[in-house]
């Protein structure tokens, strides 16, 4: 018989046992709870971005409280400057408010109000995160300077007069051993700076020299997010004391919703927006006496909701869920005070505005047709995706689903594991089952296609149902009744970079666009990019994603380096490609810009072969040649 290892030693528990990590090294091992997914810049939900959000926040918790109308903001390359004119920092905490835990104004309940945290764990955060960070505060002719680098102080100035206005002055850089090759991409940043003045009507954000304001709050971010050519009435818009709602509907399908507390976008909802998803059914049907469905109120919505909270409890420190029951301590509920609201203001409006709300009893009855046409496919269908389920040889599912309830215990390591869920849809089996072996099996999941989905570009939603890939990936992704039951935080569309490739693309993209818009709408629909070229000599292997990184590389190994040209995914091995679909993969959100009509977009790409389309293809179409190898190496 073999001998036994002594094992005894191996777990035991002493005070040795126990850790406790300084606040930036807790930061910087963990991420991913203070600030959701790292990211290199290309979604708007990466880190880089809730970076800036939490130096604003405190801005912006200094304009709620009536102090400085103005916020500048300055990206250059990789440094982020922000500055406001609010009452500054008391001198004496500089240091304190963004290098010690537990430290900042939200823990006195009337500085606080309801803001969102005042110098709270965000700065600190930043700081932590950050190759350099710098905060200036000034107060009543008086200026006070730290410096840090990686959440550790290097220098401290002494107090010193200045001839400034009051303030908060902050400047970081990210670190880019965190944020690996990561940019900040303008029009991210535009967005989430509309957002701010959208809440908070008045104020003026600079951004780089480019001036943002908004003087009628939620009304201006609906006109924003929708076409007035392709809305079926006027926006709604209502305010209340710490309440304001904005509505209409579209012809889309689905709902597209938009949620704030205290100026905090809450991009994943929470107590606020289920209560608003509530009120305005009951609203509704008490107002013109009939027992519509719950869907067919809410078909084609598009509504924002912004309230103000005291002291809101938030499901993790990104602020993108909220948990609080109440809108006050001793306040009412946050189903009675929303309810309410609506219940008073919206029914007075639709009372007063008879055509609209014949407009609005319209939209209801055509989705009522619509779904009742559907009723009886939708029932087979849905039955045949049950049994298929069981043993859906198209997912390959993963561990942790972005819709999952996260356990008391570990809750911020569970929140993180869901916001990194992804399922990439691919095509053939090669690929999928490159895909499959390099995933992680954790937070990654993997869709099969066969062969090139139909295009539904001018078909009605019966034919989700009626075509079995497209239902089963609806269920799939579990969003058949909105967003609300999304799966997976990241839909990303994996194909090969050829023409066929590229087609499946287009035709999935149409499918999402087509119906479900929300999905694209609310930034979840993404193409992986994949490497087109393997350049290697002997020491270095370099990827290209395209022709001019090819000759790059080629330069930079010199000699003749070998070069593999990756026709497909399936070529690429699963150990390679388990790069590729990191946490820091390369990918390109699928946007829907401003403006945008998307049924044109779609009849311009997918419908009819149309003159116009191809006299765009003759004299956008480009052959490129590779370059002989002799020039480069001149």
């Known amino acids: 018989m073999a001998k036994e290892k002594d094992t005894s030693n191996l777990f035991d528990y002493t005070e040795d046992s126990i850790k406790s990590l300084d606040w930036k090294e807790h930061i910087r091992l963990r991420p991913g709870m203070y600030i959701g997914k790292l990211g290199d810049g290309s979604s708007p939900d990466d880190g880089i971005y809730v970076l800036v959000k939490e130096v604003m926040d405190n801005c912006i918790d ?234 067919d109120i809410r078909t084609g919505i598009v509504a924002a909701i912004s309230v103000r909270v005291v002291e809101p409890v938030f499901e993790s420190q990104t602020k993108t869920k909220l948990g609080s029951v109440n809108v006050d301590i001793d306040g009412p509920s946050m189903k009675q005070f929303i309810g309410d609201f609506l219940a008073k203001e919206l029914d007075n409006f639709l009372h007063k505005n008879p055509a609209l709300a014949e407009a609005l009893k319209k939209r209801i009855e055509q989705s009522e047709r619509e779904r009742k046409e559907l009723a009886g496919i939708k029932k087979l269908a849905n039955e045949r995706a049950k049994k298929a389920n069981l043993h859906n040889r198209k997912l390959r599912d993963c561990r942790y689903h972005y819709d999952d309830e996260p356990p008391a215990k570990g809750k911020e390591e569970f929140i993180e594991k869901q916001n990194e869920t992804t399922i990439f849809i691919t095509e053939g089996d090669s690929a999928s089952g490159s895909i499959t072996k390099a995933r992680n099996v954790e937070t990654q999941a993997v869709f099969s296609l066969r062969g090139k989905p139909l295009n539904c570009f001018g078909l009605t939603k019966k034919v989700v149902y009626e075509n079995e890939e497209f239902n089963l990936l609806q269920h799939a992704l579990n969003i058949e009744e909105g967003l609300e039951g999304l799966r997976f935080n990241n839909v990303v569309i994996a194909t090969d970079a050829d023409v066929d490739g590229m087609h499946i693309r287009l035709l999935l993209m149409t499918f999402f666009l087509q119906f479900f818009p929300d999905l694209v709408k609310h930034e979840k629909v993404y193409v992986l990019e994949t490497p087109l070229f393997r350049v290697r000599n002997k020491q270095e292997t370099i990827y290209c994603f395209s022709e001019q990184e090819k000759q790059e590389a080629m330069k930079k190994l010199g000699g003749k380096p070998e070069v593999t040209r990756f026709k497909g995914l399936g070529e690429i091995s699963p150990d390679e ?58």
């Open 62 to 295: 200094e304009y709620t409280m009536g102090y400085g109308k103005t916020v500048e903001l300055t990206i250059e390359g990789k440094t982020v400057t922000v500055r406001d004119y609010g009452r500054g920092i008391p001198l004496g905490k500089v240091v304190d408010v963004v290098s010690k835990i537990n430290t900042g104004a939200k823990y006195d309940s009337k500085a606080f109000q309801k803001s969102v945290g005042l110098n709270g764990v965000g700065t600190k955060a930043v700081n932590a995160l950050s190759n350099y960070f710098k905060v200036t505060a000034v107060r009543e002719g008086k200026e006070k300077t730290a410096e840090f680098e990686r959440g550790e102080l290097i220098k401290e100035y002494k107090e010193a007069k200045t001839g400034e206005q009051n303030g908060t002055l902050v400047t970081f850089i990210p670190d880019d051993t965190v944020f690996r090759n990561f940019k900040y991409l303008p029009e991210f940043v535009e967005n989430q700076i509309w957002n701010y003045c959208f809440l908070n009507a008045g104020l003026r954000i600079q951004f780089n020299g480019k001036s943002f304001v908004s003087k009628n709050g939620l009304l201006d971010l609906l006109q924003r997010k929708t076409n007035e050519d392709e809305i079926r009435y006027p926006i709604i818009h209502l305010k209340g004391d710490d309440i304001e709602v904005a509505i209409t509907h579209n012809n889309d399908y689905g709902e597209d919703l938009y949620s704030f507390v205290n100026g905090q976008h809450t991009t994943q909802g929470g107590t606020h927006q289920q209560a608003f998803r509530e009120a305005y059914v009951r609203t509704i049907r008490d107002f013109y006496k009939k027992d519509y469905d719950a869907s």
């Open 577 to 634: 490609f388990a790069q590729f679909i990191s946490t820091d993969m390369r990918k390109q959100l699928m946007r829907v810009e401003e403006g945008d009509h998307i049924q044109q977009l779609l009849e311009y790409y997918m419908g009819k072969n149309t003159p116009d389309r191809q006299e765009f293809i003759i004299e956008n179409l480009r052959i490129e040649l590779d370059k002989p190898v002799e020039l480069i190496n001149n």
